[in-house]
């Protein structure tokens, strides 16, 4: 993109001919007898010269930018004021435009410095060439996040256009709310589980010789179960950081998905839970499926934990072939339960980070996770409600193959 072609009014900056037919090394300048200001501009707003180059035969327009855009000449005065720093400043373009910067966007720092006198973008070092984006505050305190681009023609030479970028704080606003809110979930279910084992352990080695041995054990099983769910926090503490970066790696091999749901479902059995409430539904002739079997097992786990905690009755699991996203031959697994299911107005947050439903427990993180590792192997995870009326997930995994044979 061509950042000499901003400009929706008359003084607007172009790439090419002006409306007159005449070039002027990249901004249009008012042809004697031809109507000039804003009225001028307006009337030549969606001619091709005001758009901007965007590969062969293409050209977007300064309005179509989701930011916000402030384009000043060499001159300081304004020359491009999109529709979107419209909406951030509250500023109509049409009254803006021709004005020095300074007054069309008069910002100030957090300590209530005047922001253009302190950079003097036009007067002061000429080796600038940028300025990183950082909070500045509008007319009335609003803050946006501003950053701008310093043309010159040559190294150290005078400035042609300050070209500068404006976004609302709002998306950067969210994410420190989430990140707060993942630090307060952390120390929360850090601090009980850390006052037991240091509780239990403090009380061991000081009074060893009063306890049984029966008493012992409890003592240390205790210990052995909270240290477990701290390394439980800190494993879905990890894979978040991965799944928010990107960087959740999947290391394929071939799995035998149902194996995989009967050993599950084994070791719910084995742990106490009734034989009865369980159902395995697998089909015949499955697709040969590639995939991470730790990864695997944590969405089995996870979504067979919350069936029998949170769901009634029995808890059936199906596996069958399906067509993935891409329609690429898969598998699905689905796992519903004879509960009270998931409110409708609930279905569209239950992969969002710290949904817990009605029922308080837990970090509220793992199906944000499930949903993670499920994307990352290119698959699909909905929440339905079952025929029994309960709660309904089913996932899809691609066939998919390793890098390596692809």
Not at 20 to 37: D, K, Y
């Amino acid at each position: 993109m061509d950042v000499r072609a901003y400009g929706t009014q008359a003084r607007g900056v172009v790439s090419g001919a002006d409306g007159h037919g005449r070039r002027t090394g990249g901004l249009t300048e008012p042809v004697p007898g031809s109507p000039a200001g804003p009225a001028a501009g307006q009337a030549s707003h969606e001619t091709a010269a005001n758009r901007l180059p965007c590969g062969e035969g293409q050209a977007v327009h300064p309005d179509d930018l989701p930011d916000g855009l402030v384009v000043a000449d060499s001159t300081g005065h304004v020359v491009c004021f999109n529709a979107a720093a419209a909406r951030l400043t509250g500023c109509d373009p049409s009254e803006a435009l021709g004005l020095p910067l300074h007054s069309a966007l008069p910002l100030e720092d957090l300590d209530g410095r005047r922001w253009w006198q302190l950079t003097d973008p036009y007067g002061g070092l000429a080796t600038r060439t940028r300025q990183p984006e950082r909070n500045l505050l509008l007319p009335g305190g609003r803050e946006v996040l501003v950053a701008a681009r310093y043309v010159r023609a040559r190294p150290q030479g005078p400035l042609e256009r300050l070209v500068v970028s404006l976004r609302g704080t709002e998306a950067r606003r969210r994410a420190e709310r989430s990140h707060a809110e993942l630090i307060a979930t952390v120390a929360h279910e850090l601090r009980s589980p850390l006052t037991s084992v240091k509780g239990f352990t403090a009380t061991l080695l000081a009074k060893w010789e009063r306890f049984t041995d029966d008493q012992k054990q409890l003592m240390l099983e205790t210990v052995d179960a909270d240290a477990n769910r701290i390394t439980r926090l800190i494993a879905e503490l990890l894979d978040i950081s991965r799944i928010d970066s990107g960087r959740l790696e999947v290391r394929r091999q071939p799995l035998d998905i149902a194996a995989a749901v009967r050993r599950h479902v084994g070791a719910h059995i084995a742990a106490g839970r009734s034989a009865d409430r369980f159902v395995v539904r697998i089909e015949d002739r499955l697709p040969g499926l590639w995939a991470d079997p730790d990864k695997v097992d944590q969405v089995l786990g996870n979504l067979l934990e919350n069936a029998v905690r949170h769901g009634e009755g029995t808890v059936t699991i199906d596996v069958a072939p399906a067509r993935s996203r891409s329609d690429e031959q898969g598998t699905a697994v689905t796992v519903s339960d004879e509960g009270p299911g998931i409110p409708e107005e609930s279905m569209s947050r239950v992969f969002t980070r710290f949904w817990r439903g009605s029922r308080r427990g837990g970090t509220g993180l793992g199906l944000y996770i499930v949903k993670g590792i499920v994307e990352a192997h290119g698959g699909t995870i909905t929440v339905g409600r079952s025929a029994a009326g309960g709660a309904e997930f089913r996932f899809t995994l691609p066939v998919s193959a390793p890098a390596f044979m692809a």
